[in-house]
């Protein structure tokens, strides 16, 4: 099966469910993660311009995006792995589409919902990570979120596959809202679909 995260930046949607993933044995695939080492890598085989819109911090094709999805899930079945979290996907409706397209509807998608003085909080205080902590970069990265994630979710939530979870909390209150939040959304985990259409 494939659950979908949504997210902002820095909502925690990372965090939790790289513990949840490790507490029930299913697989965290995060396409930031996933991007960050396809820059770091030092035998690059992607497209010189998928490197560059990473760098910018611009969203990637959805060709070239799903391209990079379809084969990390290949291997993550490869090794074992049925049971998929993808986390920070997707951004818009035509990735959305184009993945349905090509492998199904999700099980479930998840939206971690937390305030943007919050996250901002979050992600500038982060760099001791490793990660990014620019704020000017946050203000691009959440107003490029604002405006393309509700319509994702507007979706999602018309045909009751979305569920949302309250992240604005410290991790372990924003863990056990997760575990309650999943476990009320047990029955569309378990139902198999009569068209055949869930991954």
């Given at each position: 099966m494939i659950v979908f995260v949504l997210g902002?930046?820095?909502?925690?949607?990372?965090?939790l469910y790289q513990r949840w993933c490790t507490q029930f044995e299913f697989a965290h695939l995060s396409v930031g993660d996933?991007?960050?080492r396809l820059v770091k890598a030092k035998d690059r085989t992607?497209?010189?311009?998928?490197?560059?819109?990473?760098?910018?911090?611009?969203?990637?094709?959805?060709?070239?995006?799903?391209?990079?999805?379809?084969?990390?899930?290949?291997?993550l079945h490869a090794n074992g792995y049925r049971d998929i979290v993808i986390d920070g996907f997707p951004r818009t409706l035509e990735q959305a589409k184009a993945a349905e397209d090509s492998s199904g509807t999700p099980r479930l998608v998840l939206s971690f919902e937390?305030?943007?003085d919050i996250t901002k909080n979050r992600y500038v205080s982060r760099s001791h990570s490793g990660r990014d902590a620019d704020p000017a970069i946050f203000d691009k990265r959440y107003e490029e979120f604002g405006r393309?994630?509700?319509?994702?979710?507007?979706?999602?939530?018309?045909?009751?596959?979305?569920?949302k979870v309250d992240s604005?909390?410290?991790?372990?209150?924003?863990?056990s809202h997760l575990l309650?939040?999943?476990?009320q959304s047990a029955s569309l985990l378990e139902q198999i679909s009569d068209d055949g259409k869930y991954l």
């Open positions: 902002a930046p820095a909502s925690g949607k990372g965090t996933l991007l960050r992607s497209p010189q311009r998928v490197i560059n819109r990473v760098l910018q911090c611009e969203l990637l094709d959805t060709d070239d995006l799903l391209s990079m999805l379809e084969d990390a899930v290949a291997s937390c305030p943007r393309l994630n509700s319509l994702v979710v507007e979706d999602y939530e018309k045909r009751a596959l979305l569920v604005s909390s410290d991790t372990e209150a924003s863990y309650y939040v999943l476990d």
